[in-house]
């Protein structure tokens, strides 16, 4: 199994930044994708970011331009600086993962998920 543990959430004002990390334990070396997905109150979960471990990269229409993601392939760790925050931002974000041969997606292992608030 896989255990995803997030950091990095917290409330900003609109504007600033901030920078969610994941770690990876437990049978993590079959890991391919790993990325974020958010979900704000009365709103279906939606995919922010992906990352292959080979470092092809995807993102939200909505972010593109102003998140980063990343990852540390050594330490197991994705991350995702977030600039240029807006009030819409505003979600619970989770970390996922997949692991090699299901295809270019996340979902088969979830975190716990990390408040981040932007107040205008």
């Known amino acids: 199994q896989v255990q995803l543990v997030e950091s990095g959430g917290g409330e900003v004002q609109a504007g600033g930044s901030l920078r969610l990390s994941c770690a990876a334990s437990?049978?993590?070396?079959?890991?391919?994708?790993m990325g974020w997905y958010r979900q704000a109150p009365g709103k279906q979960r939606e995919l922010v970011a992906i990352?292959?471990?080979?470092?092809?990269?995807n993102y939200a229409d909505s972010v593109k331009g102003r998140f980063t993601i990343s990852r540390d392939n050594a330490k197991n760790t994705v991350y995702l600086q977030m600039n240029s925050l807006k009030p819409e931002d505003t979600a619970v974000y989770y970390c996922?993962?997949?692991?090699?041969?299901?295809?270019?997606?996340?979902?088969?292992?979830w975190g716990q998920g990390t408040q981040v608030t932007v107040s205008s």
């Open positions: 996922s993962a997949a692991r090699a041969g299901v295809g270019y997606r996340l979902g088969e292992y």
């Open positions: 437990g049978s993590t070396f079959n890991i391919n994708t």
């Open positions: 990352i292959s471990s080979g470092g092809r990269i």
